[in-house]
């Protein structure tokens, strides 16, 4: 069965950090993608950032480049998601997901991880 646990999400101030840990398990690591999404109230889901199965393809949203950073150990099954000066339009909840490939559809979800950014 696969499963993904998010956690690390929580309060924090703006120009803050905050760790998303994404734990999985259930499937190969090195054949899957994972990527992180938000979801803001009354707003659509958005692809935050993903790595490949070989964590050697890395994408970001332009939104946060330059203050997100995405990561893997596969000896772990976890992919981090480093986020620092945290904006306040930051404030979701962050999904992470598996799929195929980094920018393609992906199947298997996450429960969320809440992130509130205070100004």
């Known amino acids: 069965e696969v499963q993904l646990v998010e956690s690390g999400g929580g309060l924090v101030q703006a120009g803050g950090s905050l760790r998303l840990s994404c734990a999985y398990s259930g499937f190969t690591s090195d054949n899957h993608a994972i990527g992180w999404f938000r979801q803001a109230p009354g707003k659509e889901r958005e692809r935050v950032s993903c790595i490949s199965g070989s964590g050697r393809s890395i994408w970001y949203a332009d939104s946060v480049k330059g203050r997100f950073t995405i990561s893997r150990d596969s000896a772990k099954n976890t992919v981090y998601l480093q986020m620092n000066n945290l904006k306040p339009e930051d404030t979701a909840v962050y999904l992470c997901?598996?799929?195929?490939?980094?920018?393609?559809?992906?199947?298997?979800w996450g429960q969320g991880t809440q992130v509130t950014v205070s100004s």
């Open positions: 997901a598996a799929g195929r490939t980094c920018l393609g559809a992906y199947k298997n």
